[in-house]
């Protein structure tokens, strides 16, 4: 059985850095990529980034609003997609969510962590 | 970056059809991805590459994907059908290849 499981948030000051991991079971975690997408509160859904496996570099992808702040790492050995989150922004308070970046939709997904940002 | 645009509620009374479009320049050249959405919990996939079911998803949903506009179809509405609903593409020629719509409000009168 395939899970996902999101930790690390929690209640920061705007400025500071948070590290979440996202703990994958279940599948070959190395053969994947991963993808964390975030939902402010009473907000839709946003796609932060995502990283590719190895087999296609490894290499990133982020959306605008983090891109330069954020960084998506992976430790294939310990079946971690991990999300590195620096300089945050009060507006970076949300659910943050990974997935794996199936294709053909996004069938698993973990349950989600919980960042605040304030003050 | 690629834009899709969802109208923001839908109502409809149970037993009826409610229907959820989502809107993309040349939307129906890419493959769209359906979520559900119900309060506090994470996205499940309800449709994906534009009308596939994933195993578990009732026949009662079911999508369609053409020119500017994709859309997502819920047959015999049940009250547990009551959730936001978002659309999703690829964009992969863009920098900003994860697309989500902005999202459906779905209710049950």
């Known amino acids: 059985e395939v899970q996902l499981v999101e930790s690390g948030g929690g209640l920061v000051q705007p400025g500071r850095s948070l590290r979440l991991s996202c703990t994958a079971s279940?599948?070959?975690?190395?053969?994947?990529?991963m993808s964390w997408v975030r939902q402010a509160p009473g907000k839709g859904l946003e796609w932060v980034g995502f990283i590719r496996s190895k087999a296609y570099g490894g290499t990133t992808e982020y959306a605008a609003s983090v891109k330069g702040r954020f960084t998506i790492s992976r430790d294939d050995s310990k079946s971690i997609a991990y999300l590195q989150m620096n300089s945050l922004k009060t507006e970076d308070t949300a659910v943050y969510y990974c997935t794996r970046d199936d294709r053909s939709g996004w069938y698993y997904w973990g349950q989600g962590t919980l960042v605040t940002v304030s003050s | 970056s690629y834009v899709l645009t969802q109208p923001p509620s839908v109502s409809v009374a149970p037993g009826q059809t409610a229907r959820i479009t989502c809107g993309g320049n040349?939307?129906?050249?890419?493959?769209v991805h359906w979520y559900q959405q119900k309060p506090g919990q994470a996205p499940v996939l309800v449709v994906y590459d534009d009308s596939d079911r994933p195993s578990g998803i009732p026949e009662r949903f079911s999508g369609s994907n053409s020119g500017n506009t994709a859309t997502l179809t819920i047959s015999r509405v049940e009250a547990g059908d009551e959730a936001d609903y978002y659309c999703q593409v690829w964009d992969s020629s863009s920098d900003h290849p994860r697309v989500f719509g902005t999202g459906t409000k779905v209710t049950v009168l």
């Open positions: 279940g599948f070959t975690f190395g053969d994947y990529a």
């Open positions: 040349n939307i129906g050249s890419k493959s």
